[in-house]
């Protein structure tokens, strides 16, 4: 399923009060997903890494009654008591067998020694998966059957959406609209010998192209790193490939006539031909796109090829859906609303 889509089981999952897993590679976003459902919810969310606790950080340390000669839990402070929100139990089969063991009950009953998780609360875990190398340990058939399983698949369309309103950098969304087979080079792409080569590669090196590192360097080139250290301090980030790719791609960027000079004259401005620049100068006027200007810019996008004004229009009401109402854009929308929508 696609990141939106996964939003919305979720969302339905929650209603139901039945707990969700999501399978997925590592960098993808699945924490990204249930914290964004959290926020567009408005109600709390408890990450907590399995991976990284042992059974009594989650049971609670015991104590002793020595009147009345029992033993009883003390509840972690970290779990919730009242309210509503999500509990996610992240890296869940990553944790130790004992670790699983103590979520098993939470999960199943609700419970945990004597601590019970309040109504409001529901529980989603997520998951690596055991193909892509990650640390996994087998999930008793018992645990996996209390959760409703959902695989989750990066869709350029859906990152791309999140990236126009998330402050990803122009160069780095631009870049994965002209390449949008490195979003995620874990991806395997058909079932050839040379494709799973290609992955098995992948999964022995230091850095790779994920969602997340992806968002990651957008968060480096935004510092404008001197040109003697980019190159290699993008290997660092996604890899040799990817880098080497991206650094291309920066050259057509770097060229592009300034923006706001073009917005002047939009009439007669030049039309680049490439396609590299194409999606840097379609992606850039996108976020440069306002209520004022907006006559300027479908000016200027009606002389690009179709399916680069289409990929400008749809990027800057993705980034501001008041742009919708201008008569500029709606002009232009009737004109293509069979490509449009």
């Known amino acids: 399923?696609?990141?939106?889509?996964?939003?919305?089981?979720?969302?339905?999952?929650?209603?139901?009060?039945?707990?969700?897993?999501?399978?997925?590679?590592?960098?993808?976003?699945?924490?990204?997903?249930?914290?964004?459902?959290?926020?567009?919810?408005?109600?709390?969310?408890?990450?907590?890494?399995?991976?990284?606790?042992?059974?009594?950080?989650?049971?609670?340390?015991?104590?002793?009654?020595?009147?009345?000669?029992?033993?009883?839990?003390?509840?972690?402070?970290?779990?919730?008591?009242?309210?509503?929100?999500?509990?996610?139990?992240?890296?869940?089969?990553?944790?130790?067998?004992?670790?699983?063991?103590?979520?098993?009950?939470?999960?199943?009953?609700?419970?945990?020694?004597?601590?019970?998780?309040?109504?409001?609360?529901?529980?989603?875990?997520?998951?690596?998966?055991?193909?892509?190398?990650?640390?996994?340990?087998?999930?008793?058939?018992?645990?996996?059957?209390?959760?409703?399983?959902?695989?989750?698949?990066?869709?350029?369309?859906?990152?791309?959406?999140?990236?126009?309103?998330?402050?990803?950098?122009?160069?780095?969304?631009?870049?994965?609209?002209f390449r949008p087979t490195l979003l995620n080079e874990f991806e395997q792409r058909n079932d050839s010998k040379e494709e799973r080569e290609r992955v098995q590669r992948l999964k022995d090196a230091q850095a790779f192209a994920t969602p997340r590192s992806w968002e990651f360097l957008s968060k480096v080139v935004q510092q404008k790193p001197s040109a003697d250290i980019e190159y290699e301090l993008y290997t660092g980030i996604v890899g040799e490939g990817a880098a080497a790719e991206f650094m291309g791609y920066l050259k057509y960027y770097r060229d592009l006539p300034n923006l706001d000079a073009l917005l002047m004259n939009p009439g007669a401005a030049k039309v680049p031909e490439e396609p590299a620049t194409l999606y840097a100068l379609a992606t850039g006027l996108a976020t440069k796109a306002t209520q004022d200007n907006m006559e300027r810019v479908v000016k200027y996008a009606l002389r690009l090829p179709p399916e680069f004004q289409v990929l400008l229009m749809k990027d800057a009401i993705t980034r501001d859906n008041d742009l919708t109402q201008t008569k500029a854009f709606n002009d232009w929308a009737i004109k293509n609303a069979d490509v449009m929508f």
């Open 1 to 177: 399923m696609r990141p939106s889509q996964i939003a919305e089981a979720i969302n339905l999952c929650i209603e139901a009060n039945q707990p969700v897993m999501l399978h997925g590679s590592p960098g993808v976003g699945k924490s990204a997903v249930v914290r964004q459902v959290a926020a567009q919810r408005g109600i709390k969310l408890i990450d907590l890494r399995l991976s990284q606790l042992d059974p009594v950080d989650l049971r609670g340390v015991p104590s002793v009654d020595t009147k009345k000669h029992i033993t009883s839990w003390n509840t972690p402070c970290f779990l919730p008591t009242d309210g509503e929100g999500i509990l996610f139990l992240d890296e869940i089969n990553s944790a130790a067998q004992a670790t699983q063991a103590a979520a098993y009950q939470l999960v199943l009953d609700r419970k945990l020694g004597d601590y019970v998780l309040p109504p409001g609360w529901v529980i989603i875990a997520a998951g690596n998966r055991s193909t892509d190398r990650a640390i996994v340990n087998q999930m008793s058939t018992a645990l996996k059957n209390r959760f409703i399983h959902l695989n989750y698949e990066v869709n350029n369309d859906d990152w791309c959406g999140w990236a126009l309103r998330n402050d990803i950098a122009v160069e780095v969304l631009g870049f994965i609209r």
